[in-house]
């Protein structure tokens, strides 16, 4: 199963004096258990991006569908999207409820919906007999988060998509939803992650794709597009450490060094190989 995008364009208020084009001609595919993150600038598109991928926003031109085994259909029960500080969105007053609106809403059966949720819940890391009966205001920032995305899990959906899910953690918090989101794709769930932060994408993610005025600008394995700074600083951003410095030797084109950052490189590995399960 696969999310397709072919030639997908997307204005805003077309037609009006405010019309934006946020999407134009995005080609972009990405399958069950594969993890890809979406990187930009500010107004690049990314969320818009991850609204025609979820079904939530229809195209104005072009196609986005899912595909299984031969057929199409549409995104939407295959697809769930966490926003951008998705904990601002609670409004049951213990976590159990609130991770159960989806599949309450879904129209499943409470024994159903109980399942759903213990096991979203502990995906999470937060197990429902310690966290179930809190009020979600209650929890931690890092916590809040996990909940919230809890309730994209309960969907129980093949891909989830999550927008800028590290954004004001610290370190060690971002590392938990780096394991949350490890471990779905471990268990064959497709993951697209918009975010800036370029050490969660080193640490997690196989394939990049960098977007810019709404279109692709590249599609690279991680390690490929980590390790081109002129690509990163386009879109405001730094090669993190370890392939900045290896960017800088490459640039000396010495033959000594591009050996030794042959032997660095492979020492290192890449995103990929630490990726599969
Ligand atoms: N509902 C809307 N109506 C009109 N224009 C919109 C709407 N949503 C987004 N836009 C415009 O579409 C473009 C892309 O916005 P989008 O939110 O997808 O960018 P982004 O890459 O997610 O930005 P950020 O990194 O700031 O979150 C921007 O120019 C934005 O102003
Ligand atoms: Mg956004």
Do not use: W
Not at 125 to 150: C, V, Y
């Amino acid at each position: 199963m696969r999310i397709v995008l072919r030639d997908v364009t997307l204005r805003y208020d077309a037609g009006l004096p405010s019309a934006t084009t946020a999407l134009s001609g995005i080609c972009l595919t990405v399958e069950q258990g594969e993890c890809v993150a979406v990187i930009g600038p500010t107004g690049s598109g990314k969320t818009t991006l991850l609204e025609v991928m979820a079904g939530l926003t229809a195209p104005t031109s072009g196609v986005a569908t899912i595909e299984s085994a031969g057929a199409v259909r549409g995104l939407r029960d295959a697809v769930g999207l966490a926003y951008q500080f998705p904990e601002s969105q609670f409004f049951e007053e213990t976590v159990f409820a609130d991770v159960g609106f989806g599949p309450a809403r879904q129209g499943l059966a409470e024994p159903e919906i109980r399942v759903r949720v213990e096991e979203a819940l502990s995906r999470a890391g937060l197990p429902a007999d310690k966290f179930g009966g809190r009020s979600p205001l209650s929890l931690s920032a890092g916590e809040k988060r996990r909940a919230a995305i809890a309730g994209i899990l309960a969907l129980s959906r093949p891909f989830l998509l999550l927008d800028e899910p590290t954004a004001g953690l610290d370190p060690s918090t971002a590392e938990r939803i780096a394991d949350l989101v490890r471990n779905e794709v471990r268990a064959g769930r497709g993951v697209v992650v918009v975010t800036h932060d370029l050490e969660f994408v080193e640490a997690v993610v196989s394939r990049t794709v960098v977007v810019g005025g709404g279109a692709v600008l590249a599609d690279r394995t991680t390690a490929d597009a980590l390790a081109d700074g002129v690509l990163l600083e386009g879109i405001g951003l730094e090669s993190p450490p370890y392939y900045a410095l290896m960017d800088r030797l490459r640039r000396l084109s010495h033959p000594e060094l591009d050996r030794i950052g042959l032997v660095l490189g492979g020492a290192r590995g890449t995103g990929d190989d630490r990726q599969k399960p």
